[in-house]
């Protein structure tokens, strides 16, 4: 291997460790909302944006981030309106951003190979400029996704609850749309616009098999993706010649087919071993210590539930029981 070899090596390596990392943090907030798909849609849109800046001459990455953030609101908007025909909607966004960015690369004089590079990932023609920006979107996504971790899960798993809390849930819903837009574009040169989604999904559904509480699905999601990124890239190029992107997504399916049969036991396991009391949905995962004591004044939001105050706090809420705190 030269030096040359080595180089751009080097910078796909460091591409897919940032984008495995950064992309599962804001999948972990669409699972949680059930909007699973929505990087797709995204990533569909974003083709536009790619085929922009090819007929314009202008890098790629820029004009694909403006479009799929514009993208994203729009699909905000449409999903809050929430019509009837509020998916109709959004498959003709879909289309319209394949079909245009199809058309414009045309018209732009390129071939559809360049485009292809796009729609499946070219990694490995990454350049220093791209390696530098992906690093910086990608670090961006993931202090956001996990430095406001807290209101965003309050937010993606009860709307209702985060606004008695005194969150802004618009605010957050297009802060998390706009994230995924940063997200699609991280992870379009590492796996293509067209398996985005993959990236941001699977590993998430994976680290949900073996894990219970908010923050160790999104610890192990990151923990999955940079795994499947990385470890997809290296086997891409050093045991098959393949290409990294689909590489890096079937490696990431591997994962999850291996930890499916471990999440049904454990499920299982679960049920069998819990009181049918403690069945419910949203009860009853408890943690050991808790080094802070809730109170009127303690300075988390208070949210009356059922028989009990939860507090808004690291996260998720929670209450004191018994000698534990319960958290949700
Ligand atoms: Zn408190
Ligand atoms: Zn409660
Ligand atoms: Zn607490
Ligand atoms: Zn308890």
């Not at 180089?7 to 990392?21: E, K, Q």
């Not at 690369?105 to 400029?129: D, H, K, M, P, W």
């Not at 985005?196 to 610890?219: C, D, G, K």
């Amino acid at each position: 291997m030269d030096i040359l070899t080595l180089d751009f090596m080097v910078r796909a390596m460091i591409a897919a460790v940032f984008t495995g990392l950064a992309a599962p943090v804001v999948g972990t907030y669409l699972v949680q909302r059930r909007l699973a798909l929505m990087g797709d849609g995204i990533g569909h849109v974003a083709v536009t944006g790619v085929a922009l800046g090819l007929l314009t001459g202008t890098s790629p990455t820029w004009t694909a981030i403006g479009v799929a953030i514009l993208g994203a609101i729009v699909i905000e908007v449409i999903r809050e309106q929430g019509h009837a025909n509020g998916d109709v909607a959004l498959a003709l966004l879909f289309y319209g951003g394949i079909a245009g960015g199809v058309l414009i690369t045309g018209v732009a004089g390129q071939s559809a190979a360049r485009l292809q590079e796009y729609l499946f990932g070219s990694i490995t023609t990454i350049s220093v400029t791209d390696v530098w920006v992906t690093m910086a979107l990608a670090a961006l996504v993931i202090l956001i996704g996990v430095g406001l971790s807290p209101q965003l899960f309050a937010v993606a798993q009860d709307q209702e609850f985060a606004q008695v809390a005194g969150l802004n849930i618009r605010f957050y819903n297009v802060l998390v749309a706009v994230l995924a837009a940063v997200s699609v574009t991280v992870a379009m040169r590492t796996v293509g616009l067209l398996l985005v989604s993959a990236l941001m999904i699977v590993p998430v559904a994976t680290a949900q098999q073996l894990t219970r509480s908010f923050r160790a699905t999104l610890l192990a999601s990151m923990l999955l993706g940079v795994t499947a990124s990385f470890g997809g890239l290296m086997f891409a190029a050093l045991v098959a010649d393949v290409p990294p992107g689909p590489t890096i997504v079937l490696l990431a399916l591997a994962c999850f087919l291996l930890t499916w049969p471990m999440g049904v036991l454990l499920r299982r396991r679960r049920r069998q071993g819990l009181p049918f009391a403690e069945l419910d949905p949203l009860a009853h995962d408890e943690i050991d210590e808790h080094p802070h004591e809730h109170g009127e004044n303690c300075g988390h939001p208070a949210v009356p539930h059922g028989d009990h105050v939860d507090y808004l706090h690291d996260g998720h809420r929670h209450a004191p029981h018994g000698i534990h705190y319960d958290e949700h």
